[in-house]
């Protein structure tokens, strides 16, 4: 028998019917329905759903669901109404990577070459020169080394930048000092100790609620900035 999948979005949002007819095209094997449209009475057969966004209540319907593939890089919309005991793999999009790590180099640029100051002065006409610095001297620390960060980092590191990075787990990149938690790990304060710019591209987890409040940035260094690719309760 066909596995019915069921395609889990709020209905606040109503369904993504461009998305359900790709999925049907992309997995001919599966029976990908709309949650809504199938019976009360065949919820048990499922095991495995595709979430793109869903609310409270609507994931627990499946009484044998193991496992959720949701459509969003990010986790956060979908921990907190995941039933217990259900995993979640969550999407990785190469493309993603590459644009993010650009934006990234974009906005670090941005503060490196004191673009808002420049601007600043251009609209007050004025014209001030400024120290240039070196962008082998421009210390820029990255949290979070997953999809996104490792991306991250090896752009910045290949336009010349003093890169250091954060995760959970120690980690190896090429011409970038890694610090992890863990006793010899360095941890997160090390990154922030050290950074001209901090870029954040962490998860929005329980864990990482608050990390950067009024203690993290009483330790960046006078003048620092921050870039946050992440969520606003980080
Ligand atoms: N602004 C945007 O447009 C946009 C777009 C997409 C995603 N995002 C955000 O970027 C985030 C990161 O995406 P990603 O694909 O790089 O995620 P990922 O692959 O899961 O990587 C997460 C990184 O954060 C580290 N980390 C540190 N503390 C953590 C904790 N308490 N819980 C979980 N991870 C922790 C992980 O360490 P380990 O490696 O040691 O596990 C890992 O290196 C997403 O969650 C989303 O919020 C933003």
Not at 172 to 198: K, N, T
Request: proline content about 7%; charged content about 20%.
């Amino acid at each position: 028998m066909t596995p019915l999948v069921p395609f889990v979005r709020s209905p606040d949002n109503g369904p993504n019917a461009a998305l359900v007819d790709a999925l049907c095209r992309a997995a001919p094997d599966l029976d990908v329905r709309v949650l809504g449209e199938i019976a009360p009475e065949r919820l048990h057969e499922v095991t495995v759903a595709i979430a793109d966004g869903p609310s409270e209540g609507q994931l627990a319907r499946l009484p044998n669901l193991r496992l959720v593939q949701s459509t969003w890089a990010g986790v956060e919309a979908i921990l907190p109404v995941l039933p217990a005991g259900v995993e979640v793999a969550r999407m990785v999009d190469p493309r993603l990577a590459e644009t993010m790590a650009e934006a990234v180099l974009a906005w670090t640029l941005h503060l490196h070459r004191d673009m808002p100051r420049y601007a600043r002065q251009q609209r007050n006409g004025q014209w001030i020169v400024h120290e240039l610095v070196h962008a082998s001297h421009r210390r820029v620390g990255v949290l979070g080394l997953g999809v996104l960060g490792r991306a991250a980092v090896e752009t910045l590191r290949d336009h010349g930048f003093d890169v250091t990075g954060w995760s959970r787990s120690p980690k190896s990149i090429d011409g970038v000092e890694c610090f992890h938690d863990g006793l010899d790990g360095g941890g997160v304060d090390a990154l922030l100790r050290r950074s001209d710019i901090v870029v954040n591209l962490l998860p929005h987890t329980e864990a990482t609620t608050g990390l950067l409040g009024a203690a993290a940035f009483a330790q960046m260094p006078t003048g620092s900035s921050l870039i946050n690719f992440g969520r606003g309760p980080t």
